[in-house]
């Protein structure tokens, strides 16, 4: 008779590159999920579905109404309850898949706590809905020498890869800088399309599958460009050359993001008030943004500020990146709903 074991991964041990030999490495693997939004918490139900052995999933917001459009792992009990997104996944992989071990960690993320949270962990996926995340992540992987799974998506795309330090290129010879902070669109000004989330959810999956079992980047490093609404599929080489290139990361070495100390969020006294200071500085361009915001809330805008006004919240962003955030005295809930509408 079959072991239930056997049972459960048969399909995926047929497939021939899996095999038994893979399915015994998937289950021994040890991987860490940054993020449980439409991205995290998509590929940590395949992975657990899988059978990794372990995961730990780290976000810092709570399910809420408008999550549910995309991400499947979530359901309206889960917003009724008010739980955090790393608790409501913990808690449905295990009704999925008891035999994995979940961590879930409630946190937001920052250079003082990134280092200890990849302890003990052989593969990172990312599932960030803002670039100063990934930075930190990158310089953290090219440091520990870890692989990760660069993932994003917006609108009715997105784009994936794998990352592994000293064969692939990592997130800073691709793009050296983040993006201008408040210049970006996330997904909360401009959208986002569930089966945009569920595809660039799925590659990413297979790229930490593949490498799980295979423990090797593909031969030629690509970028995987796809997008639903247009039907557009692309494969872009990312050959990586550091003799040729200067990145100041895997290259240089110099870690910029991890040795910076995290950015401030200070409470405000005595009111329901937080205060948050850009990680790198940045002058908010108020025209793009009050443009996108209008969409989103009520947006007032004059020469020294933009507010934009989301009862029971009120975010008001000041030139020199500064944002108050009214109607909550958690920092974490405050950075993320600054880092979710102004891009910062
Ligand atoms: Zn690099």
């Given at each position: 008779m079959e072991e239930p074991d056997e049972t459960r991964y048969s399909r995926q041990v047929r497939f021939t590159p899996i095999g038994r030999d893979g399915q015994a490495r998937i289950r021994t693997a040890r991987v860490l999920i940054l993020g449980c939004g439409g991205l995290g918490a998509e590929t940590a139900n395949l992975l657990a579905r899988a059978g990794v052995g372990f995961l730990r999933l780290v976000d810092r917001d709570v399910v809420e109404l408008s999550n549910l459009q995309r991400q499947a792992l979530f359901d309206e009990n889960d917003v009724h309850e008010g739980l955090p997104k790393a608790t409501a996944a913990a808690r449905r992989i295990a009704q999925v898949n008891a035999d994995v071990q979940v961590e879930a960690v409630v946190a937001d993320l920052d250079s003082s706590n990134i280092l200890g949270l990849l302890q003990g962990i052989e593969l990172v996926i990312d599932g960030f809905d803002n670039f100063e995340g990934r930075y930190l992540l990158n310089d953290a992987c090219v440091k520990l020498n870890l692989p990760w799974v660069y993932g994003a998506c917006l609108g009715g795309g997105g784009v994936a890869a794998l990352l592994v330090p000293g064969v692939t290129p990592c997130l800073r010879c691709l793009?050296?800088?983040?993006?201008?902070?408040?210049?970006s669109p996330t997904c909360d000004t401009v959208g986002i399309l569930g089966p945009a989330a569920h595809l660039i959810a799925s590659l990413e999956a297979g790229l930490a599958l593949r490498y799980l079992v295979t423990g090797e980047a593909p031969r030629h490093a690509a970028m995987l460009s796809v997008d639903v609404w247009e039907g557009r599929l692309e494969r872009v080489d990312i050959p990586y050359l550091p003799e040729e290139q200067s990145c100041?990361?895997?290259?240089?070495?110099?870690f910029e993001f991890l040795d910076a100390p995290p950015p401030p969020a200070v409470v405000l006294c005595g009111r329901e008030a937080v205060q948050v200071h850009p990680a790198v500085p940045a002058q908010p361009d108020f025209r793009a943004l009050a443009e996108r915001l209008r969409m989103v809330g009520e947006v007032v805008v004059n020469e020294y500020l933009l507010r934009l006004k989301l009862p029971p919240h009120e975010l008001t962003l000041f030139h020199d990146g500064r944002a108050n955030v009214l109607g909550t005295a958690d920092p974490a809930l405050a950075r993320s709903l600054v880092s979710r509408y102004f891009g910062i």
């Open positions: 793009q050296p800088t983040p993006p201008e902070a408040g210049l100041p990361c895997c290259v240089g070495r110099r």
